[in-house]
């Protein structure tokens, strides 16, 4: 550090063991202290009572980088470790004096110290040194190079709605897959818009994402990005990472997960791009990701910069050819998540309902994915639950061999929910959607707001579009995928949506939140003083029950499933298909229509086909998806029934559906096409 005429001189001691310093630092020897460097100040590893005060977070460790922020641009060569209570001795403290007048104003001043702890005049001194500015050159170290790698492309990385998702085998064993990815994303960034700019970076805590997360640090500081905000050790869930793009404006962030899919070395690993407002990706920028993966030829990285996932603050690091430090700060996974959703919820209530007389027993599994940490803060910690109520909240690598999206369940990366009630009332996601719909009114955030407007995917019950209807607002359709979603909530025409495969959320972020939808269910349980059943059966007296199920046929074989699917589509589009009835036991069903799904964005005016919408007087939707992992394709089976009468609201699912699947499955011949004999899920 170079201070001109700095008011504060301590005089070295002699012990040979305080010249050595740490690597990218030049020693200084005593004679040259004598000399050039005359204004030599060394402090003692001593920590007074008064820093132990003024530090109360202080760890076992504290690195130097966090001292250095803590106090501007003091510079300390020795390795930054912490002295505690335990360490303190009766080594003779340094004397402090003023420089002499004479000194040059540019004389170097060393600060020799493990740490900023000494006498409190020293520290005192150069508290004022900072104040004033006196400190005004870093003194110069080795900065980081910047490395540019030679690679080639690979043929199949184009990202689908849920980004890029593998084989983690894959990520693994490929040379520079990841890398490839990462810098395709990054360059897919203007350039102009890059440099200097804020990222958001996280997972939900699957096998790779450490090692991942690390390669992404590196790359993004190759690469202008000014700064990254990483959730505590790696971890945020996919709604936190949403929330922090939206408050600190970043320009987006990376999200590290594979979804619903199993996690550990023989899972999957998946990479997703969240944009600016918050939400995932546009097909727009997914397909210019693509572009740049298939003529990648090299990627930029700084392999020597490491960082501590584990140790909160801001980390500033000096690299090659950098006019301003890259900077990295490690924060909260759960702090800011929490504050917003005290803004939208009247906690004192839920936390009434989970504490008070009448007690509301909850149980929560989390799976041992990202959102265990936010449960035991937010329902334990914050609104009284019992801390037995939250169980496998600890986030594993392989989320302790569970799957990550089991039917029912919670979803491990906490944008998915399921609510049952007493005694294993199970509530469809679909009928979960149009409950809380109507009962908006129960949360402060849409009382005081309003509601503009509701929105589902296409394949979600149209349960809901009887809630729109009776509410007088505005109801939109969409193809899967939460995109679409968030254009609707940018323009101001939604203020809540959701879809079929337990995800839901609101205008508060773009994207899905799990852990939001239950703070729903049970801020509507404390306003109408009922239970899950209860509310769910008095909706259906209402406005009356949709029967919905999902057959899922995973890992089917691609070619399999896109010939059938095509084939599917020929039949049904035939004009003679819609005069057809099907008779199955009692039931007669005519087809009234028949087509492909087609969405026509009301706000950018993109357009979605590739869905099939076949329907009677009831619905049957076939859909074709793919795994993202390379392991084959899903396809989907809906089926869809409403019934009015309330005498009729208690009949088993499967019982009602029965005919409109026997159908599906005549229609399809999925069964003799696949070689299945079942679908793998029913939900």
Known sequence: VRAPLCPVRVRPRTSSSRHKAASGYTAVPPAARAGALAHYVDFPSVLSDFLTGWHTRNSQEKSTSEYRNSFGHFLFINSGVCATKQSRCDEKTAVVHKFPEEAPRDAPLIIHSDLLCCHFVSYFSLTLCHFFKLFHKTMETNPIPV??????????QRPGSNGLRKKTAIFESKNNYLQNYIQSLLSSIDLRDRQGCTMVVGSDGRYFSRAATEIIVQMAAANGIGRLVIGHNGILSTPAVSCIIRKIKAIGGIILTASHSPGGPGGDFGIKFNVANGGPSSDTVMERIHQVSRTLEEYAICPDLHIDLSCLGRHDFDLENKFKPFRVEIVDS??????????????????????????????????????????????????????????????????????????????????????????????????????????????????????????????????????????????????????????????????????????????????????????????????????????????????????????????????????????????????????????????????????????????????????????????????????????????????????????????????????????????????????????????
């Open 147 to 156: 490395l540019t790698i030679q690679t080639s492309p690979f043929d199949d």
């Open 334 to 683: 759960v702090e800011i998540y929490l504050n917003m959703l005290r803004g939208i919820f009247d906690f004192g209530a839920i936390k009434s309902l989970l504490t008070g007389p009448k007690e509301l027993k909850i149980r929560i599994d989390a799976m041992n994915g990202v959102m265990g940490p936010y449960v035991r803060r937010i329902l334990c910690d914050e609104l009284g639950a019992p801390a037995n109520s939250a169980v496998n909240c600890v986030p594993l690598e392989d989320f302790g061999g569970q799957h990550p999206n089991p039917n029912p369940a919670f979803a491990v990366s906490l944008d998915r929910y399921m609510v049952l009630g007493e005694r294993g009332f199970f509530v469809s996601p679909s009928d979960s959607l149009a409950v809380m719909a109507a009962n908006l009114s129960c949360i402060p955030y849409f009382s005081q707001r309003g509601v503009r407007g509701f929105a589902r995917s296409m394949p979600t019950s149209t349960a809901i579009d009887r809630v729109a209807k009776a509410m007088k607002v505005a109801l939109y359709e969409t193809p899967t995928g939460w995109r679409f979603f968030g254009n609707l909530m940018d323009s101001g025409r939604c203020s809540f949506c959701g879809e079929e495969s337990f995800g839901t959320g609101s205008d508060h972020i773009r994207d899905k939140d799990g852990l939001w939808s239950v703070l729903v269910w049970l801020s509507i349980i404390a306003m109408r003083k009922l239970g899950v059943e209860e509310i769910v059966k008095d909706h259906w007296a209402k406005l009356g029950r949709n029967y919905f199920c999902r057959f899922d046929y995973e890992g089917v074989d691609a070619k399999a499933a896109f010939y059938l699917m095509r084939d599917l589509e020929a039949v049904i589009t035939d004009k003679a298909f819609t005069t057809q009835k099907f008779s199955v036991g009692n039931n007669v069903y005519s087809v009234e229509k028949a087509d492909n799904f087609e969405y026509i964005d009301p706000v950018d005016g993109s357009v979605s086909r590739k869905q099939i919408n076949f329907s009677d007087s009831s619905r049957l939707i076939f859909r074709l998806s793919g795994s993202g992992s390379g392991t084959g394709s899903t396809i989907r089976i809906y089926a869809e029934s409403f019934e009015r009468d309330p005498e009729r609201h208690n009949r088993e699912t499967q019982v009602v559906l029965g005919p409109l699947i026997a159908i599906a499955l005549k229609i399809s011949n999925i069964h003799e096409r696949t070689g299945r004999r079942g679908p793998s899920v029913i939900t």
